[in-house]
């Protein structure tokens, strides 16, 4: 067994690496890598946290979710939910929800997600500048309570959801996550007005679902878990499962999709190829068939998701002290995943950073391993990745049938819980001949 620490960047007294990485996670990750290896340990106030981001140790940490385990973080966030629960609790929930997430049961929905995209993208106005990140948010939680809700939110409610839900970011901005969790901060306070106020609507949903099971409706079929005395779900842990479905169900898929605009945009080669196969393939809103039947789509998508991954890097908390590329993780310790650096790493990919469709032509994410975990590994692995791809590919062939897109101007991002834009992501559109 190892028995050194993984090496530290250089730091300040007693702040360590605390301002470094607060400034420029991304720069500071990535520089650490070059110089330090694919394991190390950063020093921050009040913690030390491990990075790794080779695919080996990724997929180690992954496929062992006994040693790697979930970070309380996310129990403070999501409480119960399927998102921080461990152990038979977490099998319990997983069972019960993810035949609604089969890609079979999914694929039925196709459809109306691309009916609900294109009553909203009927508001837009060629020539217009839109705040995509904005509209994708709203789009993306409207596909969530239309399909896996069963519910019909009024603009005003889907805004102080889209508010709400995107406040639990805060937990994990940098500025504020290198600090003891003791320290308030103004992100911390959002972070929790936001979760209440998501509490609050969800106990709302709740309360107007009935007890019967309806195989449209996971809402219902939470409701009737609750309702039902033998199946070990209580009140406060189906709560949790709508705040948790809530928050996962649009968040990642909202910026996975907002991105894809973005690179669209930025990209008019590739641009033009999508829209030529959107008009040699589809008719009237896309069907499940169509969806299939688009392989430039699925490139975009995987590529998509390759440069910009929704979720950055994967937290875990060490159960025991564990081997790591021959350094010794103690038992305790905060660890993070870099999926970002691994994805952006020339050695596990020609050019990357540059946006390429086609790189996935002659190969595909799952040759890939380890080094492309946009939805996660092992038995954890994201329970709604099927329906995220059919989401964006859905949208995406609803506003690409309908306009084109063009950036206006360079996006950075900002890492939180997950990959958000540093500000707001404007793109022009107009309308297709």
């Known amino acids: 067994m190892g028995?050194?620490?993984?090496?530290?960047?250089?730091?300040?007294?007693?702040?360590?690496?605390?301002?470094?990485?607060?400034?420029d996670p991304f720069g500071f990750v990535r520089q650490a890598v070059e110089t330090t290896g694919d394991i190390f340990r950063m020093r921050l106030l009040g913690k030390d946290v491990y990075v790794l981001a080779h695919p080996d140790y990724v997929g180690s940490a992954l496929l062992d979710r006994?040693?790697?385990?979930?970070?309380?973080?996310?129990?403070?966030?999501f409480g119960d939910a399927l998102l921080s629960a461990e152990g038979e609790q977490w099998q319990r929930q997983r069972h019960a929800m993810e035949s609604f997430f089969s890609p079979t049961h999914i694929g039925e929905y196709a459809e109306r997600m691309g009916a609900v995209t294109a009553s909203r993208i009927d508001r837009w106005d060629g020539g217009q500048t839109l705040h995509v990140d904005e509209e994708m948010r709203t789009i993306a939680l409207a596909n969530l309570f239309e399909v896996v809700l069963g519910h019909s939110p009024s603009e005003a409610e889907l805004e102080e959801l889209a508010e709400s839900a995107h406040a639990l970011n805060l937990w994990f901005k940098p500025t504020s996550w290198v600090l003891p969790d003791g320290v308030p901060t103004p992100a911390r306070r959002q972070f929790h007005r936001g979760r209440e106020e998501l509490r609050d609507h969800a106990r709302r949903l709740l309360g107007e679902s009935g007890a019967t099971p309806d195989d449209d409706s996971l809402l219902d079929t939470l409701a009737a878990l609750r309702d039902d005395p033998d199946s070990e779900f209580d009140e406060e842990e189906v709560l949790d499962q709508v705040v948790g479905m809530v928050f996962a169900g649009h968040e990642t898929t909202a910026l996975a999709m907002t991105y894809s605009l973005y690179l669209l945009g930025s990209n008019p080669s590739v641009a033009e190829r999508f829209y030529a196969e959107v008009d040699a393939t589809v008719d009237g809103v896309p069907s499940l068939a169509d969806l299939q039947d688009m392989p430039y789509l699925d490139r975009l998508v995987d590529e998509a998701l390759r440069l910009y991954p929704p979720v950055h890097a994967i937290p875990r908390v060490t159960t025991e002290s564990v081997e790591v590329g021959g350094y010794t993780i103690p038992e305790g310790a905060q660890v993070l995943l870099s999926v970002w650096n691994m994805h952006r790493d020339s050695r596990f990919y020609d050019d990357p950073l540059r946006f390429d469709p086609d790189r996935w032509e002659t190969t595909t994410p799952r040759e890939k391993g380890h080094a492309y975990v946009p939805f996660g590994s092992g038995q954890r692995i994201c329970i709604g990745r099927h329906?995220?791809?059919?989401e964006m590919k859905a949208v995406l062939t609803a506003i690409g049938r309908r306009y084109r897109v063009n950036a206006v101007e360079e996006v950075s991002v900002s890492p939180q819980m997950t990959s958000q834009p540093a500000g707001a992501v404007p793109i022009r559109i107009t309308e297709r001949d």
Do not use: C, M, W, Y
């Not at 329906?387 to 059919?390: D, I």
């Open 387 to 390: 329906f995220a791809r059919l």
């Open 3 to 23: 028995h050194s620490h993984p090496p530290t960047q250089s730091g300040l007294p007693i702040l360590g690496n605390t301002v470094a990485f607060a400034t």
């Open 66 to 77: 006994d040693t790697f385990a979930k970070l309380d973080d996310f129990e403070v966030a």
